[in-house]
């Protein structure tokens, strides 16, 4: 992937997302499959990369390092996830609702792919693997465009997973990483709207909003969460102060 444009990436990835549309679900569940072991078989491999992310950078804050490393429990988060979406019912072509008009047409909204995926995102490696795995699942391909801070364990990820897309009889390019780390890839990756289906930024305000503000691509775009809580008259008011406290604390660095 290293000497290919970013043109050339979105374009490659139109043409694995037309080779998808004739795959089956099957196909898509082995493959899932297929990318745990591969994670398994390179995870000295992936644990050397992540620490040597972890050790480039050693003016990032205490919370920011704990998202960028993979430790023993992400890496067993990565792999189960990888699995669960293989093992859930394939959701392309289910019909979600349908009726009969008075003329006795049959109508139907079924599940399809959207197409081309860009996920945008910053240091959690763990992301690399879910944005994968619910792409592929749902049919779609699915550029990938994670944070400089964790290139080299993103690296690891995204070949092990493009060996098995291929083991599995997929189009490699179902699933690709931008490798350039300056933000002209981000710029150029938005620009790509002949190719692009869809932009997920993945991020605080700032990122969001940059690339909101910066593409005719559709943007799935999020700013602040709800985070109220709501306690009954009756509720065990020391429970509740207990859950809200844990809610904020249990890991401050999401």
């Known amino acids: 992937m290293s000497n290919k444009t970013i043109l050339q990436m979105a374009q490659d990835a139109k043409a694995a997302r037309s080779a998808l549309a004739t795959a089956s679900g099957t196909a898509r569940q082995d493959a899932l499959n297929r990318m745990a072991d591969k994670l398994l078989a390179v995870k ?8 040597e992310d972890l050790a480039s950078a050693p003016e990032l804050s205490p919370a920011f390092r704990k998202r960028l490393q993979v430790t023993e429990k992400i890496f067993a988060y990565m792999l189960n996830r990888l699995r669960e979406a293989a093992a859930l019912p394939d959701p392309v072509g289910r019909v979600l609702e349908g009726r009969t008009m008075p003329s006795g047409l049959q109508v139907s909204k079924v599940a399809v792919p959207i197409g081309v995926i860009a996920i945008i995102y910053e240091a959690r490696p763990h992301v690399t693997t879910d944005a994968a795995a619910v ?21 690891v990820l995204a070949k092990a997973m493009r060996e098995a897309l291929v083991e599995a009889g997929l189009p490699a390019d179902a699933v690709q990483l931008i490798e ?16 692009v289906d869809l932009v997920i930024p993945r991020g605080g305000k700032q990122l969001i909003r940059a690339v909101a503000e910066g593409t005719r691509i559709p943007v799935l775009k999020h700013y602040d969460g709800i985070c109220h809580q709501y306690v009954a008259a009756d509720a065990d008011l020391a429970m509740a102060v207990a859950v809200v406290v844990n809610s904020k ?6």
């Not at 000295?44 to 620490?51: H, V």
């Not at 350039?180 to 190719?195: C, I, N, P, Y």
């Open 44 to 51: 000295e491999e992936l644990f050397a990369a992540n620490a």
């Open 180 to 195: 350039r780390t300056d933000h002209g890839a981000v710029t150029e990756l938005l620009q790509q709207d002949k190719f």
């Open 249 to 254: 604390c249990q890991r401050v660095e999401v």
């Open 135 to 155: 792409a592929l699942k749902s049919g779609n391909a699915v550029i990938l465009k994670g944070g400089s801070e964790s290139i080299r364990t993103n690296l």
